[in-house]
């Protein structure tokens, strides 16, 4: 599950008891943190229509604050508090670097999230931030290190760890699997995560850890779209598998997981068509993960007499830098 279907809703999840409570005018570092928190996530909401280019300088200047102020701390627990405040704008960071298709810069601010956390001394924290290393390293096709850092999330938690963390760092090892190359250890995890999700919603009870979401059957069925495009097997991209990844967010960047499944089945054109949205969308939002994931399809296929839309996607290329 990328980093944005967890935390693209937590405003939602996360304004409404930060607002209900109005901070003590005492609690100055108190109130503080609740501002910065809210600025984070408002960063995210604008994340889904703005691109990462454009967000980076503010999120950069945002976390230069918090820095600022978490110096400016005289107790350990206002550090601690604010360190936690910090771990969520540096994640937040590493995923706009991630989108600009700076793999350096992004695993450098994922690192600093997860060392922030622990500071924080909040381990579901610093479990979710490991966790989403570990997510991050499984897209970069680093299957063995992403495995390792979702079993290293799972002793940060311990024996205890909520059921959603189970859920969703299944579907985490399903990713460094896939990556691995290994199917059916793959098909195992997301067996298991499919289930655990389903437990999840029929106890509806809500996530232990407020900047979660949630974490559904969809969001596993997504998962196994792109665990399917990574492994090249395209009866893992189902029909209805399109529904689950229709999350609305503007980028479009998991429709190229579909397009890779329709592709490794021989629909070219129907996988084109996908991907020619794709490219457009990465285009208008100068994402240069997109771009370059929609280079990797390209080069997967092999041809001395592409198709039109073929043709069109290598016009729709040919010059493009980002």
């Not at 300088?57 to 820095?67: K, M, V, Y």
């Not at 909520?162 to 896939?178: I, K, N, R, T, Y």
């Not at 793959?186 to 995560?193: G, N």
């Amino acid at each position: 599950m990328h980093r944005r279907t967890v935390l693209g809703g937590a405003l939602a999840a996360m304004a409404a008891p930060v607002l209900a409570a109005v901070p003590d005018t005492h609690d100055t570092i108190g109130g503080q943190a609740t501002a910065l928190r809210l600025t984070t996530s408002a960063y995210r909401r604008l994340d889904a229509t703005t691109p990462s280019r454009d967000l980076s300088d503010a999120i950069d200047g945002h976390i230069r604050l918090i820095q600022t102020i978490t110096r400016t701390a005289a107790q350990d627990a206002d550090r601690a508090r604010l360190a936690a405040v910090g771990s969520e704008a540096a994640s937040f960071a590493g995923w706009l670097a991630w989108d600009k298709g700076n793999h350096g810069s992004a695993r450098s601010w994922y690192g600093a999230a997860v060392k922030a956390a622990k500071a924080a001394r909040n381990p579901l924290l610093a479990a979710y931030q490991t966790g989403t290393l570990a997510q991050f390293e499984a897209h970069a096709g680093n299957g063995v290190q992403a495995l390792n850092l979702a079993r290293r999330a799972r002793r940060v938690l311990g024996e205890t760890r909520p059921a959603v963390a189970d859920a969703w760092l299944l579907s985490v090892e399903a990713l460094g699997h896939a990556a691995a190359g290994d199917r059916r250890s793959a098909d195992q995890a997301l067996t298991a995560s499919r289930a655990a999700a389903h437990a999840l919603t029929a106890d509806e009870e809500p996530p232990p850890w407020p900047w979660v979401f949630s974490f559904t059957p969809d969001k596993v069925a997504a998962c196994r779209v792109t665990c399917g495009a990574r492994l090249g097997l395209p009866d893992w991209v189902h029909a209805e598998d399109v529904e689950a990844l229709s999350t609305g967010h503007a980028k479009l960047r998991a429709v190229l997981d579909i397009a890779a499944g329709h592709l490794a089945g021989g629909r070219v054109e129907a996988a084109f068509a996908l991907a020619s949205r794709a490219l457009e969308a990465g285009l208008r939002y100068r994402s240069g993960r997109t771009v370059e994931r929609a280079r990797h399809l390209r080069r997967s296929l092999t041809t001395s007499s592409p198709p039109k839309v073929v043709r069109d996607f290598d016009e729709r290329l040919h010059g493009v830098y980002l």
